[in-house]
């Protein structure tokens, strides 16, 4: 079990950047999704893919985010022309299923700090 | 909107000692939960999940309790061990887990 994997662990850039993440899922997990957290605070939920398809996405935080599955494996989460609001670790997370309860499984996310 | 929270942002044992962290829930009609362990620097840790028909399950040194009528959510953690120090959230969901909401977390500290 390889577990989900997130590349880079870390980023810094400056203000004004894009910056881009990538999301492995655990390879039989169907849904994928993207979450935010700052320190001290859970994880706050921010898209989430079935397959390919973007099914909710009406928590992204603002039209600066954006993210990705084309091909319903990996994923890719874009913050373009980055502000200093946006330093927070990035977790993705995936689980099986397309019904029923079963848990999210995360990476150890992209810490991203913004000069 | 519907928020998931908890009790205690601190909890400090001994070890050998039991656990106990508690979570609060609003939204009704969430019917799956589950409890995460995060360590430092890394992503959260599935420990165990409980759907809303049940009121108790039991994992490895860990139960959850499940109480709906005040909508509250517990784990306990037995003969508690150095390495069980981490920060603790509950997460619940509805419709089949299309958006997990996480509370602020618990961090449990064991002391020698």
């Known amino acids: 079990d390889t577990g989900v994997s997130q590349n880079p662990r870390h980023k810094i850039t400056k203000r004004g950047q894009n910056v881009t993440f990538r999301c492995d899922p655990i390879?039989?997990?169907?849904?994928l999704y993207w979450y935010r957290q700052t320190l001290g605070q859970g994880p706050e939920f921010l898209t989430y893919?079935?397959?390919?398809?973007?099914?909710?996405k009406s928590r992204l935080l603002s039209d600066r985010f954006s993210a990705e599955r084309p091909k319903g494996s990996f994923s890719t989460l874009e913050i373009q022309r980055t502000e200093q609001g946006d330093s927070a670790m990035y977790l993705c997370?995936?689980?099986?299923?397309?019904?029923?309860?079963?848990?999210?499984?995360f990476g150890d996310g992209t810490r991203l700090s913004i000069l | 909107g519907e928020s998931v929270g908890l009790h205690l942002p601190t909890l400090s044992v001994q070890e050998g000692d039991n656990s106990i962290i508690n979570c609060a829930y609003s939204?009704?009609?969430?019917?799956?939960f589950i409890w995460y362990k995060q360590e430092s620097g890394k992503g959260p840790q599935f420990i165990i999940d409980?759907?809303?028909?049940?009121d108790k399950r039991q994992g490895q040194r860990v139960t959850v309790l499940l109480n709906k009528t005040v909508k509250h959510l517990s784990l306990q953690i037995a003969a508690t061990q150095p390495g069980d120090s981490a920060v603790y959230f509950c997460?619940?969901?509805?419709?089949?887990?299309?958006?997990?909401?996480f509370g602020p977390g618990t961090r449990l500290s064991v002391l020698p």
């Open positions: 997370a995936s689980r099986k299923g397309t019904g029923g309860n079963q848990p999210q499984h």
């Open positions: 390879s039989e997990h169907n849904r």
């Open positions: 893919f079935q397959n390919e398809a973007q099914l909710e």
């Open positions: 939204n009704s009609a969430s019917d799956y």
């Open positions: 409980i759907r809303s028909n049940m």
């Open positions: 997460a619940e969901t509805e419709n089949y887990g299309q958006n997990f909401v």
